[in-house]
């Protein structure tokens, strides 16, 4: 199947929020998916048995899996899949962007992150074996995983940022909150009683 210039929005499904491809040859051009959930996982897209994916020009717009995996792409097929400058923008949730297990072949090129604001960005390589499908009664299969593990990581209380980080500017970073501020986590920062502020709150504390 190939699907150009579509846009899906505030959809919510058990797997692929927005889309769900499970065999099959297909093709995403110009793709649009914005304020997408999942319960599982691939808030924007699930790929999964031997289904085959090229995504290019797309963007996935406030996203989000519950299970923390995969809050834009999910990729659980034996099929090649390929990112062509495909954007995320995850929602205000941590976890990893775009999860891959038992897939053949990955590959992506400019595909890039922006986390919301009160987010640090990373990425790593994380593998080892996993039960991909327990939820299956029929099949336990536990195969070789990797997660390409592109993650927006909320601020810890007590620490904060402004920005959001990205694929492209990863050196935004968490800071410790100023002398006479607190802070409950993300991009929320507060002057104490007693300290000056705008309006209950501000961006900078002295």
Partial sequence: AELTNVTVVAARAAYGGGIGLSDGTHA??????????????????WVSGSA????????????ASDSGEGSGVS???????SLQNVRFVPANVSGSVVYTARVSVFSQQNASVACPLGF??????LQGSAFVYPWSTSSRECCEFHSADW????????????????????S??????PFGAVGTGGAEVRA????????GRTQRAI
């Fill in 75 to 81: 990729i659980v097929s034996q099929g090649p899949v």
């Fill in 28 to 45: 995403l051009h110009y793709v649009n998916i914005t304020k997408s959930s999942s319960a599982r996982g691939g808030g924007g897209i």
């Fill in 172 to 177: 935004i970073t968490c800071l410790p909150v």
């Fill in 192 to 199: 104490r009683p007693g300290y000056w502020g705008t309006a």
């Fill in 151 to 170: 993650s927006c990581t909320a601020c810890a209380p007590g620490t904060y940022a402004l920005e959001g980080g990205s694929s492209w500017n990863p």
């Fill in 52 to 63: 085959s994916l090229l995504c290019r020009d797309s963007v996935l717009l406030s996203t």
């Fill in 120 to 125: 640090e960005y990373s990425a790593a390589q």
